[in-house]
């Protein structure tokens, strides 16, 4: 199966993912200087949790290109570290493992994912760059606030808009919204925009936003990081329908929750 292309083809290369990845992860161990501090944007978490929780992400996909399959743990946690290691130079080494199993592979190469429309390696470089760029942002929040931290890439951010918009047409039987029919939202950012219609138990995503009754709009690093909940005046603008708007802001919420 190849990858699934994006919504607005907002999709970077393998070789720009990879090199984000490194820069992030880098600026992330960079900011760590404190690990105590707390995270503004994870509420109950410190940078050690922070760091420890991508340990445990870059150990889960490893295992998962290994096995070639859903892993499993018999006891524990993914993100377990011994109680006298760094956690800082765990990362790095699960990292470098991580780089090294993305590295072996093709974008379109088959890989066991969550995401049943994509099954590749794909997938993988566009979700560990997504999440690395987050707690990036994360980590400096940690650091200097929110209004501190440095803006994701505008290309990258645009790319994880649409991963989040993607996500959204998962069947949404179980979280019924009787309200929801008929309610659109557009969202335009940096050259990019996707219009969202809202019904009851389906969301559907289209590229363009002709005909909205309500707009997101704002720089794409901000429109992302309000869609991952992160705190801080991001400089996005919110117009038209609030039902509307309120409706995509719980359904986002359920992803990111």
């Known amino acids: 199966m190849s990858e699934q292309p994006s919504i607005d083809a907002t999709r970077l290369t393998t070789g720009q993912y990879l090199a984000h990845l490194d820069a992030d992860l880098d600026a992330t161990l960079a900011a760590a200087t404190d690990l105590s501090a707390p995270v503004p944007g994870c509420p109950e978490w410190t940078v050690n949790h922070l760091l420890s929780h991508l340990v445990g992400v870059y150990r889960h996909k490893v295992a998962a290109f290994d096995m070639g399959a859903s892993p499993e743990l018999k006891s524990g946690s993914w993100g377990d570290i011994a109680k006298d290691a760094d956690v800082r130079e765990v990362l790095r ?4 493992r991580l780089r090294d199993r993305l590295g072996a592979r093709d974008a379109d190469s088959p ?4 995401w049943p429309a994509e099954q590749t390696a794909g997938f993988w470089y566009r979700r560990m760059a997504q999440e690395t760029a987050v707690h990036r942002w994360d980590a400096e929040s940690a650091v200097s606030g929110p209004e501190g931290a440095r803006p994701i890439d505008a290309d990258l951010a ?12 998962i069947p949404w039987d179980d979280d019924e919204q009787p309200e929801a029919e008929g309610h659109t939202v557009a969202i335009a950012t940096d050259g990019h925009a996707w219009t969202v219609s809202l019904h009851p138990t389906v969301v559907f995503v289209t590229s363009g936003s002709a005909d909205a009754q309500a707009m997101l709009a704002g720089p794409a690093s901000a429109l992302l990081l309000r869609m991952w909940g992160r705190p801080g005046d991001h400089g996005v603008t919110a117009e038209g329908d609030t039902l509307a708007l309120d409706l995509l802001r719980r359904r986002l919420a359920a992803l990111s929750s």
């Open 93 to 96: 080494h699960e990292y470098a």
């Open 111 to 114: 890989a066991w994912t969550w």
């Open 158 to 169: 645009s790319d994880g808009i649409d991963e989040m918009l993607g996500w959204l047409t």
